[in-house]
């Protein structure tokens, strides 16, 4: 299994809210990915890392470089739809999503590729030499301190992230293959930040921080000692929890578009959107996919007043505009009382419970902690 010696995702004490991000995103890469800021030592880049010890299968065409979906003929390469149209199909394989992480120091060639323009200008054929987008399509793609990463190569991504499609144009001369991914980005605050533009681009945000609670510090330094004790042991103990979560994804995906964005659940992410003033639709668009994909995860078939509770931060907390300097965290009070007037909101709920310490969502399965 890929990432095997990485600590197990579902070993990670606590830290609900951003493994859920993480897990909507697999569910409907549609989302747009998701930043995940916090201090160092919070697990942010083990959580991602360890994604690929769950991560489903696809099918892919086989031998292609961009290993395209055959379900979908619009977005094959311009190789598989020249075969797709000789045979009239195509053959194809079983192949592991994945986790692709990109260098810190990668230039624009190294992330989109490049076009030989000597070859071109010799033999008149097009030569591409695929760069980390080539191999992102289909899987999950991974930047670490994505704050340090220079602008444009971050504008790179996250338009490729949205159109789905890489574009290399190199003297006149263009090239396009499909590049299909979800980016998670990590970054430390403390360390710089990301502009207002580029964070809007994000589908979801999340905020981490260490553990205060004695007892659970303690569990994170017991289940780390015993990891590294045996990684490959402790990994193998964890086989179990880890084939149930990919069993959950699985059925999420296959459930996603049978839930219906209805009038209610649309009026509900436009309602939230207004009370914090976003700007223009695409937070509302993001919310109705996220809480449609957060019901999937808990295997219901219709997005309740709790999805929304649970998602809203995740879509919001990073596109509310804040002053400059200004540290205060998202006041989720606001989402549970534009809610209020929607039936089916339990009265036991408060505002602080939403996202984190409400339940522990069903595809955690971890041992609990010790006290």
Known sequence: ???????????????????????????D????GVLIKGEKGTAKSTAVRSMAQFLPARDAVKGCVYHCDPHYPQRLCADCLGKLTKAGKLETETVPMRVVELPLNATEDRVSGTLDLEYVLKTGEKKFEPGVLSSANGNILYV??????????????LDS?????????????????????????????????????????????????GEEEISTRMEVVRRRIEFENDPEGYVAGCREELEGLTEKIVSARSMLRSIPA?????????????????????ADITMIRAA????????????????????????????????????????????????????????????????????RPPCFAPPPIRR
């Open 262 to 282: 209805d009038d209610t659940a649309v009026e509900m992410a436009a309602t939230i959107s207004m009370k914090y003033r976003m700007e223009g639709h695409r």
């Open 29 to 32: 890469p549609g989302i747009g």
């Open 1 to 27: 299994m890929e990432g095997s010696t990485v600590f197990p995702f579902t070993r990670i004490v606590k830290q609900d809210r951003m493994k859920r991000a993480l897990l909507l995103n697999v569910v």
């Open 292 to 359: 449609r994909a957060n019901a999937a995860l808990d295997g219901k078939a219709a997005i309740s007043k709790q999805d929304m509770l649970d998602v809203a931060p995740l879509v919001l907390a990073h596109r509310v505009k804040k002053r400059p300097f200004d540290k205060s965290t998202f006041d989720e009070s606001g989402v549970f009382e534009c809610l209020k007037k929607f039936r089916g909101l339990r009265a036991s709920l408060s505002p602080q419970s939403t996202g984190t310490g409400r339940r």
């Open 144 to 157: 670490d301190e994505i704050n340090l990463l220079d602008d444009h190569i971050i504008d790179l991504l």
């Open 161 to 209: 992230a949205a159109m789905g499609v890489n574009y290399v144009e190199r003297e006149g001369v263009s090239f396009s293959h499909p590049a299909r991914f979800v980016l998670v980005g990590t970054m430390n605050p403390e360390e710089g930040s990301l502009r207002p533009q580029l964070l809007d681009r994000f589908g979801l945000s999340v905020e981490v921080e």
